[in-house]
């Protein structure tokens, strides 16, 4: 039961990386800007073509290396196995939101209004928050289900 939830909340990640993906490229210049320097000056450019492809290769294997990597767990008989199996489903879910808060923070970079990205900060925060509690729980579960064996 756990499993199914688990990989319901990582397809309801991935559709909502698709909206936000297509919303984004919809909104891309001709020369994506991808990086910039600590006073603000743009640094490094991609065709819009490259970006769009390169961003779309990047999420499908990442999300597909994860599922697989479920789907394996999942059909061992060891209870650790499939416990992580559903943590993989769960950590599917945080890089899905890691990547749809970048692509967002690239359509901002990008956009024509003048924007401050400081006030974006928070949002990689809770990227990188949500990873951190991701790490804790696996490492919860896994020292239970050890505890539990002996």
Known sequence: MTYKIANALRLISILILVVVFFIFYAGLPEQVLVLIDELGNPTLYFPRDTFFYGTLSILIVANALLYMLSIL????????????????????????????????????????????????????????SLFLIWVIFFLISILRQKASLK
């Open 73 to 128: 767990l999942s059909k061992s008989t060891q209870e650790t196995l499939k416990g992580v199996a559903n943590y993989s489903m769960l950590l599917a879910v945080v890089v899905n939101v890691f990547f749809g808060v970048s692509l967002t923070f690239l359509g901002i970079l990008n956009g024509r209004e003048n924007f401050d990205y400081s006030s974006f900060a928070p949002f990689f925060y809770m990227s990188g």
